[in-house]
């Protein structure tokens, strides 16, 4: 009689551990997505600032039609349509991008000195900080999701119920240069 209650036992642990990681990866992952969130709304600020920065490079820079030409065409993808991962990936484009612009702000000594650049480039440094550290804490939240998935035995649990290791927002190659930049 007492092997009886030592199953039901045995089972009811077993089932109260599955019920709290279950719990547990569905906070992380709504964690996760509160963090992509955050960042997404930096992600969508840098991407209405664009338009502004390009019309005003373009005004000075003529000669530079094909970096304009380059970053107009990223921008002009829609925002909302796209999915977090494209979001990412074509962030890290724009990136390349804006950097390419604000290189060809170095070759116009006018347009380095016009106002209405300064303060979207000011905008820009601010949302890019912003971008930054919402980066780190998107990827500490993945981290930290990603673990909780692929230890055992939670990785027994997490592939029954259809936990998916995440993708962290990663530094491009060209973001991992060092860039000096001057306004």
């Known amino acids: ?14 089932l109260l551990y599955v019920l ?32 502004n920065i390009v019309e005003t490079v373009k005004g000075y820079a003529k000669h530079e039609k094909e970096t304009l030409e380059e970053v107009i065409g990223l921008r002009n993808t829609p925002y ?11 962030n890290n484009k724009l990136s390349q991008g804006i950097n390419k612009l604000i290189a060809i ?17 000011n905008q820009l440094s601010k949302v890019e900080e912003d971008i930054a550290n919402s980066r780190k804490f998107y990827n500490a939240t993945v981290r ?18 259809g936990f998916k290791v995440q993708t962290m927002f990663e530094a491009d190659e060209s973001e991992r240069e060092n860039v000096n930049v001057k306004f």
């Open 105 to 121: 702000s170095e070759a116009y000594p006018d347009l380095k000195a016009n106002q209405n650049f300064i303060d979207l480039s």
């Open 80 to 90: 909302e349509k796209m999915s977090n991962e494209d979001k990412v990936e074509l």
């Open 20 to 51: 709290a990681t279950y719990n547990g990866l569905v906070k992380l992952r709504n964690r996760v997505n509160e963090a992509f969130s955050t960042m997404d709304v930096y992600l969508k600020k840098r991407w209405d600032l664009i338009p």
């Open 144 to 161: 930290t999701l990603n673990d909780k998935i692929q230890i055992f035995p939670n990785n027994i649990i997490s592939g029954i119920m």
């Open 1 to 14: 009689m007492w092997i009886v209650y030592v199953l039901i036992a045995i089972v009811v642990i077993i």
